[in-house]
């Protein structure tokens, strides 16, 4: 049995290596491999300049320390940038076995999880494998119908060259942080999404649903723009485990909400997460910020964070548009080896804003959680308001939380309050659900998963219930 | 059904149950009494399974199995319910959602087909109806922000839904006034039939008005000082518990 | 930085070897990154531009205390102590506490063997800087109430950095009041070790001057010892007060205890860090923590950082934050008594802080109460 095991591993390990094939590009980056990606991809002059400023800007920036994760140095120059077809694996038996369990756990169907896995010949976009192409298509109509512009991100380059120059990089800048930098300079595809003035749009949209090109994991760039008085609720990610051959993911998505607009943003990850000793897993640097532009207007993000074994994501608002609202809402499980540095930034600038940060941090095996959290009333934000909840559940007597919120006023209309507790479950919990009848493992999910309500019950409904299934799954084992 | 002997039981080094012998059959209504400190939580969390506590010596019996190998949970299963002093909360847990996910953790150890969500909101919304309990309760999280009567309620709530054998009602009567009381004694009564025991844990004889057991036991310093029928009750509440405590230390 | 030799055998090597490396005519705005702000805080996006990182100039510093006790020189304490101490300076890597290490001139020793005590930190001489070291030693068993009243006067910077050592069993309660002249900066550091069972209660008041700063460390080695800050940080004009602690769980059993409140008045700032630590396989450890700060006017500014690092599933821990403004009701429900807008400011504020202070020991009443009234008079009146 262990045999296999190892088998399993290796095989999953010679994953990560970067297949050598014809069509890509070699490893390493610099302006010239940006200029060849470009050209590629037969992008307009503005996007070329934009991505080689963003490299120049990369190159004099140091990668960051200070969040508590630990991680050998990344050699970026042994990445290959251009979006290189992934490495297929035969058939699912190549899988490591607890993915593959998960997957049933999960009941995930057999097709989907071959294209979950990269199994060759499994369709490319997950869209495909649900009950037909016809879910895809009548749902494009639909869309189109409205005036809603939904592609890959690629598409939004080409039919509405003048929305992305407008937008992209208006709430990230090329220059805002290290990761977000080299997304620029090398990002490879994502999604572009446009509500224009008034419409609600009646889906959740999905990027299941998207046109999936291979090779957007790695460098992903996401940008939702909801024009005046439009709706629009945006999932990610989904909650089987899913396997990629890139170590290093670094997307960046940028939101905004024009006057009375509401986007909400919700997300599930669940990369792989390395073995049980915290080898391999993918390192998951992500920038997510929305813009709160016109007044009135909302960005609500919704996280559940099981996967990686790093992960790096500060889902934040800039509250702009005097009376607007941001909202964060985050279950972060971490075990084995896994570390994750995350929370969000709550930028208060205009008049009556509000924000609202819930996160419930579960720690298990060796792991890290760590909320990182930053409030800022500026000096012109009159009556602004805040209130943060920072709760962390530890499991098991090698775990470590840490809450690490930065509050700063500079108003003083303002109320800000931030709680935060840690605890584990408590005996007394655990023994009155047990004499109900309820296993030891059974009663600390529903524990745990009571911890996680207030942030489920954020997420759309048939997420949610994913998102249960997912936590139940990730915590077997987790406990001791 | 039940059958304790001579049981000694440690918390830590200190020893709080000092050799009990007591036992219970089907249809009957104990009633233990005693003091603060004499032991009587501890003498229903060992039979529930606590487990820190300590058995040293004895045996505790349940059906011809003997429960000193069996978990809190497996227990549970086998038909014990301990209705308790101080019902804990978990915030975030939906009150049904938990005593479904209960009802059928016993139910799959009976063998028996788990009941649906539809099935299962159906029959406890009998239940609630039939007791008297707001339909509300469901949408709660489990005893979280719960009045001390509410709690006792609930715990009445799952003992109807659990159909357990051996019922521990663990001063079922403290922190109550006098129209809940009624409720949880008026709820006890109609729950009782000769296929069930309970066992009634309490310091003062007030719940013994409404709810009459077969037999008394007077619990002091971890031991069984006396028993009788439920004229003893009577004579405590004349005299109080010093009585014993005299005997005792002479 | 260069590593300290582990040869390096007494407190006067190590002065030296931190003298030669440090320049005596430094600039404080070269080093302002290690003082105040984390650096995962400068990554993290917030400005390190803040107003009490205004550069302090070119100091030099002297040696400046007045002490009611007996002191003695660092040579007459006990040799375990010595080596305690110079262990402990030894692994500090806070940059302004090897410069104190480099120029305070002598290292005393304070043994508190009565019951009560008194320093007073003052530049008799009115000269530009003092750095000032003092080792603390409370016995088994024992309880003392010191008191350290640092009155620094068109000081650029004063920094005194404080150990103390307290034996199993024994009782601390510690009482910091910052009162400077109007151009004066301080900074006082403290750092406590605290043995089996042992009790370290410290008031911090911080009441006027340019810049304040109390910054505590707390070991928490022995099992069930308990540490207890409360602060209170009064700012008015264009001041800052400043108060990090930094409370390490080593034991089992152990409790800390923090509440901080700052008041600001007109241009005034604060910035409050709580960073409390439950090192891993520590059993039953308990940790709350409120940091408050109420601010009085619209150029006031508040940071807090509450933040927790716990290692271990045993632990019961808390914290809390809020900033805002004054109660606009009660402030109301006052003022429609016929009290003045003032009046009722002093009187709320005097509320806020009462919660903070009412263990205080009797023996301190005669040093604070009369100032407090008057320095939350002067912040609320602003």
């Known amino acids: 049995m262990k045999e296999i095991l190892d088998k399993v591993q290796e095989d999953y390990e010679a994953g990560f290596v970067t297949p050598v094939e014809q069509d890509i590009l070699p490893k390493g980056l610099n302006e010239d491999i940006i200029r060849e990606i470009s050209r590629r991809k037969n992008e307009p002059e503005f996007l070329l300049k934009w991505r080689l400023a963003a490299y120049e800007a990369w190159k004099k920036m140091p990668e960051p320390k200070w969040a508590k994760v630990i991680y050998p140095p990344i050699d970026y120059q042994a990445i290959s940038y251009f979006a290189a077809p992934k490495k297929k694996i035969k058939s699912l038996d190549e899988l490591d076995p607890e993915i593959r369990a998960t997957f049933e756990r999960l009941g995930i169907p057999l097709k989907e999880q071959e294209v979950l896995a990269g199994v060759e010949g499994a369709p490319v976009a997950v869209d495909a494998v649900f009950d037909s192409v016809s ?10 119908e409205l005036g809603i512009i939904f592609c890959s991100f690629s598409e939004a380059v080409a039919n509405h060259p003048e929305l992305v120059e407008q937008y992209l990089g208006s709430v990230v800048p090329v220059r805002d942080n290290y990761f977000a930098a080299l997304n620029s300079a090398v990002f490879s595809d994502g999604s572009f999404c446009y509500i224009p003035k008034g419409v609600k749009c009646p889906m959740e949209l999905s990027t299941y649903f998207r046109i999936n090109a291979a090779g957007t994991g790695q460098f992903e760039r ?24 890139n170590q290093l993911h670094a997307a960046v998505v940028e939101l905004i909400a024009m006057k009375n607009a509401y986007i909400k943003y919700s997300t599930v990850q669940n990369w792989y997460p390395g073995d049980r000793e915290g080898r391999g897993g993918v390192y998951n640097f992500v920038t997510k910020r929305g813009l709160c532009k016109g007044e009135n207007s909302r960005i609500s993000w919704t996280q559940v964070e099981t996967g990686s074994a790093i992960t790096w994501k500060y889902p934040s608002c800039i509250l702009k548009g005097d009376n607007s609202i941001g909202e964060f809402y985050s279950v972060a499980l971490t075990r084995n080896y896994q570390q994750a540095d995350t929370g969000t930034k709550m930028i208060h600038l205009g008049k009556n804003t509000r924000s609202t940060i819930i996160s419930k941090g579960i720690s298990a095996g060796k792991s890290v959680n760590t909320y990182r959290g930053l409030v800022r009333i500026s000096s012109k934000a009159q009556q602004a308001r805040n209130f943060s909840r920072c709760d962390s559940l530890i499991l098991g007597s090698e775990a470590k939380a840490n809450t690490l919120p930065y509050l700063e006023v500079k108003n003083k209309s303002a109320v800000v309050e931030h709680e935060a507790t840690t605890s584990k479950v408590s005996e007394e919990q655990l023994y009155y659900l047990r004499q109900r009848g309820l296993g030891e493992e059974e009663a600390v999910y529903l524990i745990v998963s009571g911890f996680c309500k207030e942030v489920f019950r954020n997420l759309p409904m048939e997420f949610a219930v994913e998102a249960q299934k997912l936590l139940s799954v990730s915590l077997e084992g987790a406990i001791g | 059904m039940l059958t304790i002997q001579n049981l000694h039981v440690r918390i830590g080094e200190k020893e709080i149950l000092r050799g009990i012998d007591l036992t219970v059959k089907a249809g009957e209504i104990h009633a233990i009494m005693g003091p603060n400190g004499s032991g009587k ?15 040293s010596q004895g045996s505790l019996v349940f059906e011809q199995e003997n429960l000193l190998e069996l978990s809190v949970e497996e227990r549970a299963r086998r038909g014990i319910f301990v209705a308790f002093q101080y019902p804990v909360a978990v915030p975030g847990l939906n009150n049904l959602q938990f005593m479904r996910e209960a009802v059928n953790a016993q139910r799959r150890f009976r063998g028996e087909k788990e009941l649906s969500s539809s099935d299962f909101l159906k029959k406890a919304q009998k239940v609630m109806h039939d007791l008297g309990i707001p339909q509300e309760f469901s949408k709660r999280s489990l005893n979280d922000g719960f009045s001390g009567g509410e709690k006792k309620k609930n715990e009445i709530l799952q003992m109807y839904l659990l159909e357990p054998k051996l019922i521990i009602l663990d001063e079922i009567d403290s922190g109550l006034d006098i129209d809940a009381l009624q409720m949880v004694a008026r709820s006890v009564n109609s729950f009782h039939n000769e296929k069930r025991a309970f066992l009634l844990v309490t310091h003062y004889q007030r719940l013994l008005h409404y709810i009459e057991p077969n037999y008394v036991h007077v619990l002091v310093d971890g031991k069984i000082v006396e028993s009788g029928g439920k004229e003893l009750a009577e004579k405590l509440e004349k005299h ?6 005299n005997q005792l230390s002479s | 930085m260069a590593m300290i030799s582990t040869k390096t055998n007494s407190l006067l090597e190590l002065a030296q070897f931190w003298s030669q490396r440090l320049s005596p005519d430094f600039s404080l705005r070269d080093h302002e990154k290690y003082l105040y702000t984390p650096l995962d805080a400068i990554s993290f996006g917030i400005s390190p531009k803040e107003p009490w990182h205004r550069a302090l100039g070119d100091v030099v510093f002297h040696n400046g205390y007045l002490a009611q006790g007996d002191v003695l020189g660092m ?31 002598a290292f005393y020793y304070l043994p508190l063997r009565q019951n009560n005590s008194k320093i007073t930190i003052a530049d008799s001489e009115r000269r530009h800087a003092v750095a000032t070291s003092l080792l603390c030693y409370i016995p088994p068993g024992a309880e003392h109430y010191l008191e350290i009243h640092n009155m620094a006067q068109e000081t650029r910077l004063s920094h005194c950095h404080i150990v103390v050592f307290l034996a199993s069993g024994s009782k601390l309660q510690l009482l910091l009041i910052h009162e400077l002249d109007e151009p004066s900066q301080s900074i006082v550091h403290l750092h406590f070790i605290l043995s089996v069972e042992s009790q370290a209660v410290v008031y911090d008041l911080q009441l006027s001057g340019k810049l304040s700063r109390t910054s505590i460390e707390a070991d928490l080695e022995g099992e069930r010892s308990f540490f207890s800050l409360n602060g209170l940080l009064l700012g008015r004009g264009e001041e800052h007060r400043d108060s990090t602690s930094l409370l390490i769980h080593r034991s089992s059993y152990s409790e800390s205890k923090t509440l901080c409140l700052s008041l600001l008045n007109n241009k005034a700032s604060s910035a409050i860090t709580g960073n409390i630590v439950v090192e891993p396989r520590i059993r039953e450890a308990k940790a709350h923590q409120l940091l408050r700060s109420l601010l009085l006017s619209d150029d006031a500014k508040a940071f807090c950082r509450p933040q927790l690092e716990i290692g271990s599933h045993e632990v019961n821990c808390s914290h809390g934050s809020s900033i805002g403004e004054l109660d606009q009701e009660a402030l109301y429900y006052l003022q429609s008594r016929g009290v003045s807008k003032e009046e009722a400011r002093q009187l709320l504020l005097k509320a806020a802080t009462a919660h903070l202070l009412q263990d205080l020991a009797p023996i301190f009443l005669p040093t604070t109460q009369e100032r407090l009234n008057y320095y939350l008079k002067e912040v609320a009146y602003g």
């Not at chain 1, 879910?135 to 189109?144: A, H, I, Q």
């Not at chain 3, 080596?83 to 806070?94: I, M």
């Open chain 2, 240 to 245: 109080g518990y010093d009585i014993y405590k």
């Open chain 2, 41 to 55: 939580s501890t003498l229903s969390q060992v039979i529930a399974g606590r487990e820190d506590l300590v058995v």
């Open chain 3, 75 to 105: 040579e007459d304490a006990p040799a375990f102590l010595q080596e305690k101490y110079l262990s402990l300076r030894q692994k500090e890597d806070d940059f302004l506490c090897r410069y104190n290490l480099a120029y305070s001139p």
């Open chain 1, 135 to 144: 879910v895809g298509t009548t749902f494009k109509e639909k869309l189109r």
């Open chain 1, 222 to 245: 996401t940008l939702i723009i909801a024009d005046e008085d439009s709706y629009v609720s945006y999932l990610e990610g989904c909650t089987a485990p899913r396997r990629d051959e």
